[in-house]
């Protein structure tokens, strides 16, 4: 969870506009019509640790309306309110306690699961398969390769990302197996790579103080969100799957 409330209101102001939202958001809506018929609107849906609930009111915009949510921060909780939202409390540590009884078509988990240990992600893998509905869908997006922490993750409490490596074996633990994955944005890691490590020299050589720093999930701007949009958009068209990459795509299905 994350602790700091400002994180999350940076997170609702931005998440319907900053590219990364756009195009993350995009890429679980194009998984889910690849995997179910594209005019069936009616699969459940659970976001876990959904934040703000930006994810859940974009898939709402696009007509899907079976959407459910939970978090373990009131904050979180809180803004996806505002939003209309259907989100409760929920844990990551104990799936199985959310709207006990119920299953999904489709669950979603992006950007929250390096707040586990290993096996904890694998016991947390697991319970969504057995919450999933027959023929179901798993989608997680989580942080990717050291080389690419930063302010960020100390902003937003992470202490580790991941290889794909990982979650293959996370998955086979947990009874899954990985039927998509791609690292991204490819065409943009070079300049975050430079950035994020000009942010952590900074904090070496203490020109930042760790403990007051900020995420840099900032909106840059309609003239330069509308670029970085469209090159990470243009790569997804070019490339089905990427090598390199700031975060970790992947969609799971029960073996």
């Known amino acids: ?19 990364w939202y756009l195009v993350l958001h995009d890429k679980v809506l194009k998984q889910i019509r690849r995997h179910f018929n594209a005019d069936n609107r009616e699969v459940r849906i659970l976001d876990a640790a959904c934040g703000t609930g930006g994810l859940l009111s974009f898939l709402n915009g ?15 909780i809180d803004f996806s ?18 709207r006990p009884g119920e299953t ?19 016991r947390a893998l697991n319970t969504f398969r057995q919450r999933l509905n027959p023929n179901g869908l798993l989608i997680i997006n989580i942080h990717a390769f050291e080389a690419f922490s930063g302010t960020h993750d100390l902003a937003v409490g992470s202490s580790r990302r991941f290889e794909l490596r990982q979650f293959v074996d996370f998955s086979r633990a947990a009874g899954l197996k990985i039927s998509y994955s791609t690292y991204w944005p490819f065409a943009l ?17 203490q020109k930042v103080q ?32 990427a090598p390199f990459g700031s975060s970790l795509f992947m969609t799971m299905k029960q073996v």
Not at 81 to 98: H, I, P, S, T
Not at 223 to 235: D, H
Request: hydrophobic share 40%; glycine share 6%; aromatic share 14%.
């Open 62 to 76: 696009h007509g899907y309306g079976n959407l459910f949510g939970f978090d373990y921060s009131q904050h979180a």
């Open 81 to 98: 309110a505002e939003r209309g939202l259907l989100v409760g409390f929920g844990d990551l540590k104990n799936v199985a306690a959310f």
């Open 1 to 19: 969870m994350i602790a700091n409330r400002m994180e999350y209101q940076r997170m609702y102001e931005t998440e319907q506009k900053l590219w």
């Open 104 to 122: 999904f078509d489709i669950i979603c988990c992006n950007d929250a699961l390096y707040f586990l240990t290993d096996e904890e992600i694998i």
């Open 210 to 241: 760790a403990h007051e720093v900020d995420s840099d999930v900032k909106f840059p701007g309609e003239t330069i969100n509308r670029i970085l949009k469209g090159i990470t958009k243009a790569e997804s068209w070019l490339f089905r799957k």
């Open 189 to 205: 890691s070079l300049p975050i790579l430079l950035v994020r490590q000009w942010q952590k020299y900074q904090i070496r050589h």
